[in-house]
């Protein structure tokens, strides 16, 4: 899943509004220039050129300065700073109309890019701070005596024709900048919106995940005990019982309670050693081959697993925790298998664009929608009651997150399972501290 990779760098909502803000202006500056020296050379009106142009300058320093900040410092943006520049835009804007023409001037329609982008940037409060404020522009300019345009030495009809051309252009203009950058603004912000929601299920994720390793640590601390006895008395029932054929078949359930008691041992140590670990000790060096073979340690012979690993792909080296990652691997492996009882399982691996591609594919039953929607969730499973507790392929999720990861399940009733798993190659040592707590119990 991508979200682990992006999450530490989502933005927040006011440095989007910012960084949109900007391209707005500069797209204002370059709109405001050519039609500075469209009117002056192609409409023959003349304009008090130096004023125009360092109201523009002044707009373009802020914008400049602006960027700089922006791009130098991880601070967060405040809404008051985007409400100033917007307000400082509002007064460059009504500078601009005062020496072209006051409020006879088409583009007083541009006073309603800004409105509309502080309704979609802004709290209700500023929002309705920068519409003062425009009023106040439009209001101010019949009593401040701005300039009227140049147009005595017109005919009439060529006068109406060019007012008529203007508003027909500023129309255009503002209507199109209200909507390329609205619908570009809250595009960002629904993008980022979706990300923090993946940001936020990854970290309930990992809390359950964090409390299901304090409930395996307190399990292998009390069952160490009983098991410890189960033990003892197996063993003594073995010295105990008689040789003769007849009690062959009870001395064999006695072994066979032995191994499996021998067996949980084994996997408390290494739940044990598995919490104890640095992330220094669980990272290490290996092969594509290699992880599959692991993951395949203690798997069933029946149904049969094959693998195929394309020849570029077996001699690259892979540095990430192979214990867990197979552990993980064996997880989807199982439940192929317990799907696909009586046909073959496939395991497929490859590297490719700098990841650890690996599919686990089963010819089973398949799943319907509502349970592959569910089928990651922790205590949710398909199985009969007493085959499976519903945490393997929720457990597996978890580590291949943590590792940067992603793991992918598709399904057709019918038509079988797929298991995707992709992981990097080599895998961030920031990131091992995230899975420590979970690697030894999947």
Same mark, same amino acid.
């Given at each position: 899943?991508?979200?682990?990779?992006?999450?530490?760098a989502?933005?927040?909502?006011?440095?989007?509004n910012?960084?949109?803000? %900007?391209?707005?202006?500069?797209g204002?500056v370059?709109?405001?220039?050519?039609?500075?020296?469209?009117?002056?050379?192609?409409?023959? !009106?003349?304009?008090p050129?130096i004023?125009?142009?360092? !109201? +523009?300058?002044?707009?373009?320093?802020?914008n400049?300065?602006?960027?700089?900040w922006? #791009?130098?410092?991880k601070?967060?943006?405040?809404?008051?700073?985007l409400? &100033?520049?917007?307000?400082?835009?509002?007064?460059?804007?009504?500078?601009?109309?005062?020496f072209t023409?006051?409020?006879?001037?088409?583009? =007083?329609? @541009?006073y309603?890019?800004? !409105?509309?982008l502080?309704?979609?940037a802004?709290?209700?409060?500023?929002?309705?701070? @920068?519409?003062?404020?425009a009023?106040?522009?439009v209001? %101010?300019?019949?009593l401040?005596?701005?300039?009227?345009?140049p147009?005595?030495?017109?005919?009439?009809g060529?006068?109406?024709? !060019?007012?008529?051309?203007?508003m027909?252009?500023?129309?255009?203009? =503002?209507?199109?900048?209200i909507?390329?950058?609205?619908?570009?603004?809250?595009?960002a912000l629904?993008?980022?919106? #979706?990300?923090?929601?993946?940001?936020?299920?990854?970290t309930?994720?990992?809390?359950?995940?964090? #409390?299901l390793?304090?409930?395996a640590a307190? /399990?292998a601390h009390e069952?160490?005990?009983?098991?410890?006895t189960?033990a003892? +008395?197996?063993?003594?029932?073995?010295?105990?019982?008689?040789?003769?054929?007849?009690?062959?078949?009870s001395?064999?359930d006695?072994?066979?309670?032995?191994?499996? +008691?021998a067996?949980?041992?084994l996997?408390?140590?290494?739940m044990?050693?598995?919490?104890?670990?640095?992330?220094?000790?669980?990272?290490e060096? =290996?092969?594509l081959?290699?992880?599959i073979?692991?993951?395949?340690?203690?798997?069933r012979?029946?149904?049969?697993?094959?693998?195929e690993?394309d020849?570029? *792909?077996?001699?690259?080296?892979?540095?990430?925790?192979?214990?867990?990652?197979?552990?993980?691997?064996?997880?989807? %492996? =199982?439940?192929?298998?317990?799907a696909?009882c009586?046909?073959?399982?496939?395991?497929?691996?490859? %590297?490719a664009?700098g990841?650890?591609h690996i599919?686990v594919?089963?010819? &089973?039953?398949?799943? *319907?929608?509502?349970?592959?929607s569910?089928?990651s969730?922790?205590?949710?499973?398909?199985?009969?009651p007493?085959?499976?507790?519903?945490?393997?392929?929720?457990l597996?999720?978890?580590?291949?997150?943590?590792?940067?990861?992603?793991?992918q399940?598709? #399904?057709?009733?019918g038509? &079988?399972t797929?298991?995707?798993v992709?992981?990097?190659?080599?895998?961030?040592?920031q990131?091992?501290?995230?899975? /420590?707590?979970?690697?030894?119990?999947v």
């Amino acid at each position: 899943m991508s979200v682990n990779s992006k999450s530490a760098a989502i933005p927040e909502r006011n440095r989007v509004n910012l960084l949109w803000l %900007i391209k707005l202006r500069w797209g204002s500056v370059a709109g405001q220039l050519a039609t500075i020296f469209w009117v002056l050379s192609l409409v023959d !009106i003349h304009l008090p050129l130096i004023p125009l142009l360092l !109201i +523009v300058a002044v707009e373009a320093a802020s914008n400049v300065v602006a960027s700089l900040w922006l #791009s130098r410092t991880k601070a967060e943006v405040r809404e008051y700073q985007l409400a &100033g520049i917007m307000g400082l835009d509002v007064v460059l804007l009504t500078l601009l109309l005062y020496f072209t023409g006051g409020p006879e001037n088409p583009f =007083t329609f @541009l006073y309603l890019v800004y !409105i509309a982008l502080a309704a979609v940037a802004l709290h209700a409060q500023w929002t309705w701070m @920068l519409v003062a404020l425009a009023l106040m522009g439009v209001g %101010i300019l019949p009593l401040a005596g701005y300039r009227e345009l140049p147009l005595s030495h017109l005919m009439p009809g060529e006068r109406e024709a !060019i007012v008529q051309k203007g508003m027909w252009v500023a129309f255009g203009v =503002t209507a199109g900048f209200i909507v390329h950058f609205l619908w570009r603004v809250t595009g960002a912000l629904a993008e980022r919106d #979706s990300e923090l929601w993946a940001a936020r299920q990854v970290t309930e994720r990992q809390e359950q995940l964090a #409390s299901l390793a304090t409930v395996a640590a307190g /399990a292998a601390h009390e069952l160490a005990t009983p098991l410890g006895t189960i033990a003892l +008395v197996a063993k003594e029932l073995e010295r105990n019982i008689p040789k003769p054929g007849s009690m062959e078949s009870s001395l064999e359930d006695v072994c066979l309670i032995r191994e499996q +008691v021998a067996r949980c041992r084994l996997i408390l140590d290494q739940m044990g050693a598995g919490l104890g670990r640095s992330s220094e000790q669980v990272v290490e060096d =290996t092969s594509l081959p290699a992880l599959i073979r692991d993951a395949l340690t203690g798997v069933r012979a029946e149904p049969a697993v094959f693998v195929e690993v394309d020849d570029v *792909s077996r001699g690259s080296v892979l540095r990430l925790p192979g214990r867990a990652v197979s552990q993980a691997l064996r997880a989807l %492996i =199982t439940n192929a298998q317990d799907a696909n009882c009586e046909l073959r399982v496939l395991v497929k691996g490859r %590297i490719a664009g700098g990841r650890v591609h690996i599919s686990v594919i089963d010819k &089973g039953p398949g799943m *319907s929608s509502d349970v592959l929607s569910r089928i990651s969730e922790p205590f949710f499973t398909t199985k009969p009651p007493g085959s499976g507790m519903g945490l393997g392929l929720y457990l597996t999720r978890a580590v291949v997150e943590s590792l940067g990861g992603s793991l992918q399940i598709g #399904s057709e009733p019918g038509e &079988g399972t797929m298991a995707s798993v992709e992981l990097p190659i080599t895998v961030d040592l920031q990131r091992i501290g995230q899975y /420590a707590a979970s690697e030894s119990h999947v």
